[in-house]
């Protein structure tokens, strides 16, 4: 499955940045995407999981009320809108195909492919 993702840049603490991930149309229409964090320590962090037809997502607490996820069908392509960004919120980020059951250090069991990440610096 090919992902890309675009998107990040440097922004100021409490801005804002959209990150996009285009698919496959075979994988956008049949894969659970996922938006997944690393550290500069190489640690994962799960951020949010989407169902294959859209409707149903899943965001992990520290972002819930700040970071939202939408699709574009005819584009293939999903987005993560990223609202009072926070400097913890820095890292690369990755579009991921698969059901992911947990992050734990440098791991996420369950994804079949990995983009190659757009990276978020949150600072002043």
């Known amino acids: 499955a090919q992902l890309v993702e675009s998107g990040g840049g440097l922004v100021q603490p409490g801005g804002s940045l959209r990150l996009s991930c285009t698919a496959s149309e075979v994988t956008f229409r049949t894969s659970v995407l996922n938006w997944v964090r690393q550290r500069p320590d190489l640690s994962l962090t799960w951020i949010s999981s989407t169902d294959p037809d859209g409707t149903d997502t899943f965001l992990a607490n520290s972002v819930k009320g700040r970071f939202t996820v939408s699709r574009n069908n005819r584009d293939n392509t999903l987005y993560l809108q990223m609202n009072s960004l926070r400097p913890d919120d820095s890292g690369l980020y990755y579009c991921?195909?698969?059901?992911?059951?947990?992050?734990?250090?440098?791991?996420?069991?369950?994804?079949?492919?990995w983009g190659r990440g757009t990276q978020v610096t949150v600072s002043s």
């Open positions: 991921a195909a698969g059901r992911i059951r947990y992050c734990r250090g440098d791991h996420c069991p369950g994804v079949d492919s």
